[in-house]
């Protein structure tokens, strides 16, 4: 079977290259927005109502090859399944984030920080429900049995956080850096 994807606009970000996070960071620094193909501009119609939104894009930098087995960049030490994990690396690369919406502008809408690179392909927006989507039992999965599961939980939300203790794992704990970019939506 066949499965084609069309996208509907560019998400803008101020990630180049390889320093977008491995989540959304909601405070992240700089500018985070969408533009979407004109076209849709009426199918924006009343999401302004709602605080989050889902965002589903392609991962179009990803290249081969899909390995099943991975390593979270959380807890390298551990390999679980790919689909046991956020990687990009997916036998269909696709990205799923929930972000706040801040504003939407004619066909713009600025959102808080999207874990995506600048420039790219959007493929949906959906309105995050919150007594829908907000499961009461909802658990961590694997990362529940981590010994230092408060640490590893601070870096995927992009917490500031001492290391008064040492870990078994590595990982840059300086933050992010950002380029700058041509557009910016600060008037």
């Not at 405070?27 to 501009?41: C, Q």
């Not at 399944?81 to 972000?99: E, M, Q, Y």
């Not at 429900?129 to 995927?156: Q, V, Y």
């Amino acid at each position: 079977m066949t499965v084609t994807l069309q996208s509907i606009g560019t998400i803008h970000t101020p990630y180049f290259a390889l320093n977008a996070p491995q989540q959304p960071i909601p405070n992240a620094p700089g500018d985070f927005w969408i533009t979407l193909n004109p076209d849709y501009t009426r199918a924006l119609e009343t999401l302004q109502t709602f605080n989050y939104i889902y965002v589903l894009y392609h991962f179009n930098e990803v290249t081969p090859p899909i390995e099943m087995l991975t390593r979270s960049p959380w807890a390298p030490e551990i390999e679980i399944g790919l689909f046991a994990s956020r990687s990009a690396k997916r036998p269909n690369p696709l990205g799923l984030s929930v972000v706040k919406l801040k504003e939407i502008r004619g066909n713009e809408l600025i959102i808080s920080g999207i874990d995506a690179y600048d420039g790219t392909p959007a493929l949906d927006i959906k309105p995050y429900i919150g007594f829908l989507d907000s499961k009461e039992d909802a658990n961590n999965g694997w990362l529940d049995a981590l010994p230092d599961r408060k640490h590893t939980m601070a870096h995927a939300l992009g917490l500031a956080h001492s290391h008064s203790h040492n870990h078994d794992h590595h990982h840059e704990h300086e933050p992010l850096r950002h380029a700058k970019k041509p557009h910016s939506h600060n008037d």
